[in-house]
Each structure stands twice: as structure tokens, then as C-alpha cells.
């Protein structure tokens, strides 16, 4: 009763990317970090465009990144019990660098280097 229609109240999975109309599946392969506009899921925006993002929506856990020169709002901080749940985009970042840089210092001698950390996305060349 809440999926299935595009409507007040009810749950929604959907992302929107810019790109020709007239050839929707074509914009879809081609679609580059930039050109994501808003991903929600469950009713939820998550990713997307600073300009989508509900005014007041989400204070707590969305924080604005710059993506491929364009900024974009990340809402992943969610509450619970899981583990890692209520952390930022930056916190997780933070934590994951560390972690390699640890790992490269505590292997020195072994010519394997696990930092620095691997972009999120890849933006297209200009």
C-alpha cells in the first residue's frame, strides 16, 4: 500500500539524471557522477543535487560535496543500532584513510601501500 505509484505518502526508489528525453536509455549508460540529479530511496533523498534537497530536510545527516565541479548533498547518516549508522560521508572518509595509513605503516616492508584512498566517483575527463 505505500509502493508501486509516484505519490504523497507512499515509499519511492527513484533516481533522476539529466540527458536527452528522446533517448532515455542512452542518457542512463552515459549518465557521469554530475549528471545525477537526485537518487531516493524508500522515499529518501540520499544523493543528488544541493538544489534537490528538501529545504530543511535532513540537517543532521546530509552534508553538501563537491562531485565532477558540481555540488551535491549526501544524506547517509541514519540512526540505529547497526554498526557505523548516524556517520557522515566525511566521518566515514576520515575513518577509512586512518585506517589505510595504519595499515601502510604498520607493513612498511612489504612495498604494498593501501592509501591514499580511491575517489568516491570518477569524474568524466573535460
Same mark, same amino acid.
Given at each position: ?14 533516481? =533522476? ?5 528522446? +533517448? ?40 553538501? %560535496? ?9 544524506? =547517509? &547518516? ?11 560521508? /566525511?566521518? =566515514? ?5 586512518? +585506517? %589505510?595509513?595504519?595499515?601502510? +605503516? &604498520?607493513?612498511? /616492508? ?17
Amino acid at each position: 500500500d505505500q509502493i508501486g505509484q509516484l505519490k504523497a505518502g507512499m515509499l519511492a526508489d527513484l533516481f =533522476i539524471i539529466d540527458g536527452d528525453p528522446a +533517448a532515455p536509455y542512452d542518457a542512463l549508460l552515459k549518465a557521469t557522477p554530475a549528471q545525477v540529479q537526485l537518487v531516493m530511496v524508500g522515499g529518501q533523498p540520499l544523493f543528488g543535487d544541493a538544489g534537490r534537497l528538501p529545504p530543511g530536510f535532513g540537517a543532521d545527516r546530509c552534508e553538501m %560535496m563537491p562531485v565532477c565541479g558540481h555540488t551535491k548533498f549526501f544524506c =547517509i &547518516a541514519i540512526g540505529g543500532a547497526g554498526d557505523k549508522l548516524g556517520q557522515k560521508v /566525511s566521518e =566515514i572518509k576520515a575513518v577509512l584513510e586512518q +585506517a %589505510m595509513l595504519d595499515v601502510d +605503516a &604498520a607493513t612498511a /616492508s612489504d612495498g604494498w601501500d593501501f592509501a591514499p584512498l580511491t575517489p568516491m566517483v570518477k569524474c568524466a575527463a573535460p
